[in-house]
Each structure stands twice: as C-alpha cells, then as structure tokens.
C-alpha cells in the first residue's frame, strides 16, 4: 500500500524566514506532486516532480525530488504572508491505478 | 478555456437522505477523478471514469457510486447519507487516464449531512 507522510503537519513562520516541508513515500512511484490549498478552496496544482533529481522553482518555492531516498521537499525562501495555505503532497504510479495518494497537508502560517 | 465546473457548490442535506454531485471537466478532457476531503481522513480518491466506465475505484462503500455521460460530464451519488460523509468533494478532469500531471481540480461541493 502506497503510504504518503508529510512533516510538520503544521508550520508557524516569521514573514522572511526559509524552511523546508517534507514528503516521504512508502514505495516507488511514478511522480510527484506539490499542491497548495487555501480555506474552502480546491487544490491549486505547484510542481510535478517526474524523475530522480528533479527541481522545480516557482517564485519563493523550490521543489525537489530523491526517488532513491523516497523523498521530496518543498523549500521556502524568504516568506512572505501570502503563501500562507495548505501545502499538500501527492504521489502516483501505474500500479496504483494512477490515483493520486495524498499526504495529509501541511499547515502553513506566515507572521509579520 | 472554461475549467472543470461542480454544481451545487454548497448542499446540506439528512442524514439517510441521498445526493447527487455534478462534474464537468474541461473541454477536451476525457478523464474524470473523484476524491473526499475530510479533516480526519485527508483527501482520498473515490472513482475515475473514462469513456462512461468507472476504471478505478477507491477504498468506499456502495453507498458511494457514480457515473459518466458520453459528454464526459460525470455525477457521484451518495446514498444513505451518514454524518461522516460531511465533506468537500473534489472532482479533476484529464485529457486521458493516467495523466494526473495535467490534471485540473474544480471548485469542489461542500456536502454538510445534518
């Protein structure tokens, strides 16, 4: 069973500061999905993670990808009161039936 | 481009009660994805449709259950409603099955079950 841990669950963060969320998988997978949600909204999709040693950035987030370690972080820089939101990781493969496996979301805060 | 629109966006409804949620995906997308998102389960998929057929389908009982048109517009039903199933209900629409990097969620319906 494909299992999907993300650490913190929640996240209290001066406005300037970096930290980093990290997603863990239990077992291969084909990608790797970052997705930020905010209060009674839908999911807004960030990056797609596709091979080993991927790195994506988008303004103040860099994502990153070590199949091999299972592993991938969503790193802040410098933040800022807008990225406050849920950050949530999600992975798929073929032998899942290409559903996405989500973690269980990382609580963002950003205080000025 | 017109993204993947679900009606009602809001519906409270009793317990024992049934619901039917709607999903249209974007024009061009064959594909459609079902997940809840609850506060104490996270978000877990549901089905997937494609081409009128449920592909895949997730760890729910038969009380949840959906379906697809020929237009790829796709409903999940609900029956016998329980206070659990409180929860957003989010669809997403793809091109094809099997291609969840160029999958679009829509707005979600919020179900509150009284």
């Known amino acids: 069973e494909l299992k999907v841990e993300q650490n913190p669950l929640f996240l209290s963060m001066q406005e300037g500061k970096n930290y980093t969320i990290y997603c863990n998988y239990s077992?291969?997978?084909?990608?790797l999905y970052w997705y930020r949600q905010d209060p009674g909204k839908s999911l807004e999709s960030l990056f797609v993670?596709?091979?080993?040693?991927a790195v994506k950035q988008e303004g103040r987030l860099m994502a990153s990808l070590d199949t091999k370690a299972r592993l991938s972080t969503l790193h802040i820089t410098a933040a800022v009161h807008d990225l406050s939101a849920t950050y949530f990781c999600?992975?798929?493969?073929?032998?899942?039936?290409?559903?996405?496996?989500f973690g269980a979301g990382t609580i963002l805060r950003v205080k000025s | 481009k017109a993204g993947v629109t679900q009606t009602p966006r809001y519906l409270i409804k009793t317990r024992g009660q049934q619901v039917t949620l709607s999903c249209s995906p974007i024009?061009?997308?064959?594909?459609v994805s079902w997940y809840q998102q609850t506060p104490g389960q996270g978000l877990q998929f549901l089905f997937e449709?494609?081409?009128?057929?449920?592909?895949n389908k997730g760890n729910f009982p038969g009380r949840f259950s959906g379906r697809q048109f020929s237009n790829s517009r796709s409903e999940m039903n609900v029956s016998t409603l329980e206070l659990g199933d409180s929860a957003l209900y989010l669809c997403?629409?793809?091109?094809?099955?099997?291609?969840?990097?160029?999958?679009?969620f829509g707005p979600g319906t919020r179900l509150t079950v009284t």
């Open positions: 993670l596709l091979s080993n040693g």
């Open positions: 449709y494609f081409s009128e057929t449920q592909r």
């Open positions: 024009s061009g997308h064959r594909s």
């Open positions: 999600a992975v798929d493969g073929m032998e899942y039936g290409n559903k996405l496996v």
């Open positions: 077992t291969t997978s084909d990608r």
């Open positions: 997403a629409s793809s091109s094809e099955p099997g291609r969840t990097y160029e999958q679009y």
